[in-house]
């Protein structure tokens, strides 16, 4: 298919014809479920992006007259947003699906299966043969048309597979019903390229285009007034925004915003929002205005999350990282001298292909020397269709799992060495409500997102306070205030 250059003012008149498109779908759908009392029942795996178009799935789902439901037994329909980045979340995909025949048997459900994984072909041819009861199947850049799939299905009850592979548009307008009251994710880019050799993504969520800074100011300015306190800029490359689509160069300017760091200063101004995070940068992009920007934004939090995924040159080179041990450790020096109290979480990938027992020991020694106060770590998952999985010396299982614990163990007496430390400090703590494992106590998180629970009463809720912290725990600290 050939791709028609249109300019942007086109592009958006495009894209506002096929919102406005869908808005209708969703009435016609709304029209034919009147008064059925019909429920719905959403599985999302996977990251934080896949959480949002969850939530924007739940606005278009919600708005056609359906109501959410924890038990898919009694739902109308079934939504599977699903991940691919590793092999557990497919095995989790397959029991669920097996689960569903039999309610689908007894009572008509709907099932739909969107996300990532649907842009494989192995996993729909899988789904075609195996699970033959499925009715959508939905992919990355057709989320925004579930209102017409679904319609589509209910009037004709054939099935439905609406998966493309060209770069889908960026789409704005349609609801979305988020989770929390106080804290909000706000995707600003899409897509990757930058094809890591271990990584899905690049194919699976194309290539990467950014929102107008204009749609990204609206949505937070609205955000705001509706009381959220914290806002997430989500990217599966968050900080290469406005970089791919040579903003400048198009005399494309809004507000001054060209960059990410022009970006986080705009968004720092917004009344209301008193925390802005944002996940996932790339070290190779973190540029020294996105550096200035975060120490200069007050509400910018100083846990900045850089995914170092192995710390041996030689790993990094074959996962094609783009920077070398070298590279990061200087990275994070920088970073540490320019931002008073800078804390970092990190990714760390264990066991990829060709990883020597030297390689390993590389990525604790950066793990020693950094000194994460968080840090998310995989075993090596083989990609089919990725570099990766075609290189030799792939690690065994065991030893991939021996490495595995061994950095589980550094890790977790780095996060205990680095709890104590705030034992006695007095901590900005973002108020969320009832602690789920005691209602008696409530619970919060600092700006380092160390989870807090102290006693305190309802009215505290969605309020930052100070908390004197007085214990440390594993996962959390102990906090009271202090009169
Ligand atoms: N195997 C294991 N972990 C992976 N990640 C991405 N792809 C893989 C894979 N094939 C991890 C990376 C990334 C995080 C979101 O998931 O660490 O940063
Ligand atoms: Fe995957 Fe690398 Fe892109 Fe992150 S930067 S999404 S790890 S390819």
Known sequence: MTKTVQSERGRKMVTEQEVNKQKEFIQKVKELNNAKNLKYY??????????????????????????ITEQYQEADLVVFNTCCVRENAEDKLFGKLG????????????????????QEKHITDKIHESYPYTDII????????????????????????????????????????????????????YG????????????????????????????????????????TLLGQNVNSYLIVEK????????????????????????????????????????????????????KVCKLVHLPLQSGSTNVLKRMNRKYTK?????????????????????????????????????????????????????????RVGTPGDKMPDQIPEEIKHKRFDRLKELVESQIESNNQKYVGTIQKVLVEGPSKNNPELLTGRTDSNKVVIFEGTSSLQDKIIELKI??????????IIET
């Not at 009037?155 to 998966?163: A, G």
């Not at 804290?183 to 880019?189: C, D, F, G, P």
């Not at 990275?331 to 390689?359: C, H, R, W, Y």
């Open 138 to 189: 939905f992919g990355t850049h057709t989320l925004y048309k579930f209102p017409e799939d679904l319609y589509k299905t209910i009037l004709s009850k054939t099935k439905m597979q609406d998966v493309i592979d060209i770069d889908g548009e960026v789409y704005e307008g349609l609801p979305i019903k988020r989770t929390s009251n106080i804290k909000a994710s706000v995707t600003i880019m």
């Open 247 to 298: 903003w400048k160069e198009k005399g494309i300017d809004y507000q001054g915003i060209n960059s990410f760091a022009t970006l986080l200063r705009a968004i720092n101004k917004i009344d209301g929002i008193e925390r802005i995070r944002f996940v996932s940068p790339h070290p190779k992009d973190f540029t020294d205005d996105v550096i200035s920007a975060i120490a200069e934004c007050e």
């Open 42 to 67: 959403i599985l999302t795996m996977g990251c934080q992006l896949n959480e949002n178009d969850s939530e924007k799935l739940c606005g278009m789902i919600e708005e056609m007259g359906y109501t």
């Open 470 to 479: 007085v214990s440390e725990h594993m996962w959390y600290l102990k906090g």
């Open 326 to 382: 070298e590279q990061y450790l200087q990275l994070v020096e920088k970073m540490k001298k320019q931002i008073p109290n800078l804390t970092l979480s990190t990714d760390i990938i264990v066991g990829f292909a060709g990883e020597t027992e030297e390689d390993f020991e590389d990525t604790l020694d950066v793990v020693r020397k950094v000194c994460f106060e968080q840090v998310y770590m995989f075993i090596y998952s083989r």
């Open 99 to 118: 689960e569903l025949k039999r309610v689908k048997e007894q009572k008509g459900t709907i099932i739909a299966i969107g996300g990532c994984m649907m």
């Open 192 to 231: 990757c390229n930058n094809f890591c050799t271990y990584c899905i993504v690049p194919y699976v969520r194309g290539r990467e285009r950014s929102r107008h800074p204009k749609d990204i100011l609206e949505e937070v300015e609205q955000l705001a007034k509706q009381g959220y306190k914290e806002i």
